[in-house]
């Protein structure tokens, strides 16, 4: 059985592995656009493993979160750390009230404590409604480049963008480069879930560039402070005892309604996030809210895919099937396993005779179908 997964991110590698256990002998082909793996948004984000404390907005996001978590822990606890003092600050102002933020968290029966509200943390102490401490936990991204890969055996093709998937055919164009025929396609490159699914299959998504501040700070090493919910901040543990500086207002430096747009501004993303002067307008807005002094060591900039149609700043993590193409809607890290579940119940090995996907003959023809450049 032949197996192509688009993207070396943490998505693409967790769904290797996976495939790799069910189906002993697999040969399994991640293709990578990037020189290196590891290097998206998978491993330059917040860092946290959610709970659903962070979307008080949208319950399906919490439902995902909550079983994802210990599936989580169980399989990458090598790269989670404790947030001994995690805190979430619901504030007056926000776009859901106190009473409505804890009446979700009550209803999911999320556990949490209520602690005070710290002048000394705090810019705006009187704004400040409640104080959740919670039990979420920080995922060690270094760890993750450095250690993931070292899990699957599958062969990987660096410096590969696929440009093109015949879903019917099970077959990859990268310019001028055909690659396959593969028994299934897995699309996990988070960008860019619509390359090979018919228009009707779309994700209605949009995208945006991304900054995050790495920084070291005056706030202990397992000390984690988020604001919600609206236009605030978060200081999140990341590894080596330094944080990660968010910014709902200032984090996003650009939104594009095409792939393409987003794509041409990527390898300039850097210098995008200067022009936008990001890592001062993140500092500053932290500055704003909270007592917590910062020295930033690095500033992150990557692309994030959101759902265009979103009104609740839901992440959902959804598959949807092509022919043998299944392309994931990547919402966040903890509901990997739902895409890799959802994955291993559709796909079977060997294809059944009276399938659509088994009278695909792949010979020259095939070839000539995709366009070549
Ligand atoms: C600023 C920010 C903060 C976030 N914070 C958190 C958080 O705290 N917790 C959380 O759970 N989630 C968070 N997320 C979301 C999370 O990062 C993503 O949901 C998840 O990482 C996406 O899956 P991935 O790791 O596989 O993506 P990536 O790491 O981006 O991997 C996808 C890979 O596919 C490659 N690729 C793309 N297109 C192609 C192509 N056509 N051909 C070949 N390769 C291709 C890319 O180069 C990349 O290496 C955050 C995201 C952002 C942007």
Not at 40 to 55: K, V
Not at 110 to 115: A, G, I, K, N
Not at 191 to 216: C, M, Q, R, S, Y
Request: hydrophobic share 40%.
């Amino acid at each position: 059985m032949r197996v192509a997964i688009l993207g070396a991110g943490f998505f693409g590698f967790h769904i290797a592995h996976q495939l790799e256990r069910r189906y002993p002998g697999i040969e399994v082909e991640i293709f990578e656009k990037d020189a290196r793996p590891l290097r998206g948004a998978g491993t330059h984000n917040q860092c946290r493993l959610h709970m659903g404390f962070h979307y008080p907005r949208s319950g399906y996001t919490i439902y995902q979160s909550i079983m994802g978590f210990d599936r989580f822990v169980a399989e990458y606890g090598e790269f989670l750390s404790d947030v001994g003092d995690n805190l979430y600050a619901v504030r007056h102002d926000g776009l859901v009230s106190v009473e409505a933020y804890l009446a979700v968290m009550d209803a999911f029966h999320l556990r949490y404590e209520t602690v005070p509200v710290s002048p000394d943390l705090f810019r705006d102490p009187d704004g400040i409604g409640v104080v959740l401490r919670v039990p979420e936990r920080s995922i060690d991204v270094q760890s993750v480049r450095e250690r993931l890969a070292g899990r699957v055996a599958a062969r990987l093709h660096t410096w590969c963008r696929i440009d093109e998937i015949d879903a019917a055919r099970g077959m990859l164009r990268s310019g001028s480069q055909l690659f396959g025929p593969f028994d299934y396609i897995v699309n996990a490159s988070y960008t860019d879930p619509n390359l090979g699914l018919p228009e009707n299959l779309h994700f209605a998504i949009k995208w945006e560039l991304t900054a995050l501040v790495l920084a070291t700070t005056s706030l202990a090493p397992d000390a984690a402070v988020t604001i919600m919910d609206g236009e605030y901040v978060s200081v999140y543990p990341a590894y080596g005892g330094m944080h990660t500086l968010s910014s709902v207002a200032h984090t996003p430096i650009r939104r594009y309604t095409t792939r393409d747009e987003m794509i041409a501004d990527y390898p300039r993303r850097l210098e995008l996030a200067n022009r936008a002067g990001a890592e001062a307008a993140i500092a500053d807005d932290v500055a704003r809210h909270l007592n917590v002094q910062h020295d930033t060591k690095e500033l992150w900039v990557t692309a994030k895919t959101k759902l265009a149609t979103d009104m609740g700043d839901s992440r959902v993590t959804e598959v949807r099937r092509h022919d043998r193409l299944f392309s994931v809607l990547c919402g966040k890290i903890d509901a990997v396993f739902e895409a890799s579940d959802t994955i291993l119940q559709e796909m079977t090995w060997p294809i059944p005779p009276d399938s659509p996907q088994a009278s695909v003959t792949p010979d020259s023809a095939m070839a000539a179908s995709l366009r070549t450049p």
